[in-house]
């Protein structure tokens, strides 16, 4: 079965500074990965995935995110935060390596991320 | 952009009271899904849906829950009996593969309060 963990469900960054949300998934085969962003009173938002191929994604608004296999992480950072990037963050890995049998692709989240970002 | 469409916003039920959850999903996608989110908690999976019928589900979708696309558009979530416990938002989800490697829509979900 999967699992994520995000590691810090509080993090604080001041206007301009690197934002780095850590994420760790477990999986026994090859994952599937997306973050999701939430803003208050709205829906999840996907940011950016991986499937296959390049292991360093782009996203909207400027984020980006790495998929490193041997540490297991799918850490998601941006350069500068902005005001406007204070929200709450998901990591989430498919169960798609089942999709050819009785799986269908199910999300498994993390608990999320709450980021503050200081004028 | 496309979008995943959620009614209400909203709901307050008493418990015991029979509640639907409304969800349009988006026109060209295959699979459905619900999660539910309690307050503190992380997104949960209850149940996926394909082809007309539940393709998978999780312990949580037990018997007083049900789902059905009773047209080509609707997709919704019946819960029969209300608990305190199901007091949660509730995300609507669809795909276009099963795979999600275009990503996985959700909606703005539905606030249940169960009082």
């Known amino acids: 079965a999967q699992s994520v963990t995000q590691l810090g469900s509080h993090v604080s960054v001041s206007e301009g500074a690197l934002v780095l949300l850590r994420c760790n998934y477990s999986?026994?085969?090859?994952?599937?990965l997306f973050w999701y962003v939430q803003y208050p009173n709205q829906g999840l938002q996907l940011l950016l995935k991986y499937t296959t191929g390049a292991t360093l994604v782009k996203g909207i608004n400027g984020f980006e995110a790495e998929f490193k296999k041997s540490e297991t992480s799918f850490h998601l950072t941006k350069p500068s935060a902005h005001m406007s990037d204070a929200a709450e963050y998901f990591c989430a890995v498919s169960d798609y390596s089942n999709a050819g049998g009785t799986s269908y692709g199910k999300l498994t989240f993390g608990q999320g991320t709450i980021l503050t970002v200081h004028p | 952009e496309p979008e995943v469409t959620q009614t209400p916003s909203h709901q307050v039920t008493q418990m015991g009271q029979e509640v639907i959850l409304r969800c349009v999903p988006i026109?060209?996608?295959?699979?459905f899904y619900w999660y539910r989110q309690i307050l503190g908690q992380k997104v949960e999976f209850l149940v996926s849906?394909?082809?007309?019928?539940?393709?998978?589900k999780s312990e949580i979708f037990d018997d007083q829950f049900s789902v059905e696309r009773p047209d080509g558009s609707n997709f919704t979530l019946k819960i029969r009996s209300t608990k305190l416990e199901d007091s949660a938002m509730y995300f609507c989800?669809?795909?276009?593969?099963?795979?999600?490697?275009?990503?996985?829509?959700f909606g703005s979900g539905t606030r249940l309060t169960v009082v």
């Open positions: 989800a669809s795909s276009f593969r099963k795979t999600g490697a275009d990503g996985y829509t």
């Open positions: 026109s060209n996608h295959l699979y």
């Open positions: 849906f394909y082809n007309n019928e539940i393709s998978e």
């Open positions: 999986s026994s085969v090859p994952p599937y």
